[in-house]
Nanobody, 124 residues
Framework: VQLQASGGGLVQAGGSLRLSCAASGRTFNNDVVGWFRQAPGKEREFVATISWSGGSTYYADSVKGRFTCSRDKAKNTVYLEMNKLTPEDTAVYYC??????????????????WGQGTQVTVSS
């Protein structure tokens, strides 16, 4: 099973990016898919999560109202739309998935499969 995160890049403050997380080797099925980020010298931080089957979402307070998590079942891909980016959003962003019924999972240890990460840099 592999998760491929992509879509990162360099953007000015106030700008937008859309990250993608594609699964290969298996489908997301009834997984819970999460997005995390890690800035240099900091711990991995929960960003958002989505239920693959029902589409329920939950966001960290720091991104609520700016980030939107969605999924495309036909493409077996989860997206993280990021708007109104600030320099504080600069980090490596990771997607992760965990088989199981929907519930909010904010602890990285609750996820089984991880992508390799994609760098997001927001300039001021």
């Amino acid at each position: 099973v592999q998760l491929q995160a992509s879509g990162g890049g360099l953007v000015q403050a106030g700008g937008s990016l859309r990250l993608s997380c594609a699964a290969s080797g298996r489908t997301f099925n009834n997984d819970v898919v999460g997005w995390f980020r890690q800035a240099p010298g900091k711990e991995r931080e929960f960003v958002a999560t989505i239920s693959w089957s029902g589409g329920s979402t939950y966001y960290a307070d720091s991104v609520k109202g700016r980030f939107t998590c969605s999924r495309d079942k036909a493409k077996n891909t989860v997206y993280l739309e990021m708007n109104k980016l600030t320099p504080e959003d600069t980090a490596v962003y990771y997607c992760a998935s965990s088989p199981g019924f929907w519930r909010v999972r904010r602890d990285p240890n609750e996820y089984t499969f991880w992508g390799q990460g994609t760098q997001v840099t927001v300039s001021s």
